[in-house]
């Protein structure tokens, strides 16, 4: 009898620390792990699309020629890993780790894509967010909107740029 209760308590404390993990990360609010929706894969190929077939435009004032490219409805754009230090977003000086969306038709309306690659927790520089983990894509959420929401409204968008490549 002691032996089974022992089994439940370890099972409970088990389950406990794994939904406590996935709680912590939702209720945080800042980002959301997307990569069931939109993995490395769809990344790495969404950035590649924009770099050959975009062209150069500003939307903001942190740096400068962000790639980019207008989808239907919505404008993509890259930005460079390691922020300012790239101001020009020059591929050959790093790579892009973010595709920022936004909607043509709400120009308050941006969702940001963030992928964390192998290697980059340990790089300095690099700009992700403390409990990210590697070889994961996450949306972003700054302004700590209600996520799922976000979650819902961004399959549209990812539906558009996984139908042009």
């Known amino acids: 009898m002691k032996l089974i209760l022992i089994l439940i308590i370890l099972g409970v404390c088990a389950c406990t620390k794994d939904t406590k993990e996935v ?3 939702i209720t945080t609010n800042k980002y959301a792990d997307i990569t069931g929706t939109f993995s490395m894969n769809d990344f790495e190929v969404a950035k590649a699309f924009i770099l050959n077939n975009g062209d150069r435009k500003t939307y903001r004032n942190f740096d400068n020629n962000n790639p980019h490219y207008s989808f239907n409805g919505f404008e993509a754009y890259l930005n460079a890993e390691i922020g300012q230090t790239n101001i020009n977003n020059d591929p050959t000086i790093s790579d892009f780790n973010q595709i920022t969306l936004r909607d043509r038709n709400d120009d308050l309306q941006y ?12 790089k300095e520089g690099i700009t992700r967010l403390e409990g ?17 929401v976000m979650k819902n409204n961004l399959k549209g ?3 558009i740029i996984k139908s042009n490549y």
């Open 23 to 25: 709680i912590e990360e």
């Open 111 to 122: 969702y940001t894509i963030h992928i964390v690659r192998k290697g980059d927790v340990a």
């Open 157 to 159: 968008y990812l539906d």
């Open 132 to 148: 990210m983990k590697e070889e994961k894509v996450y949306l972003l959420n700054p302004y700590e909107n209600d996520i799922e």
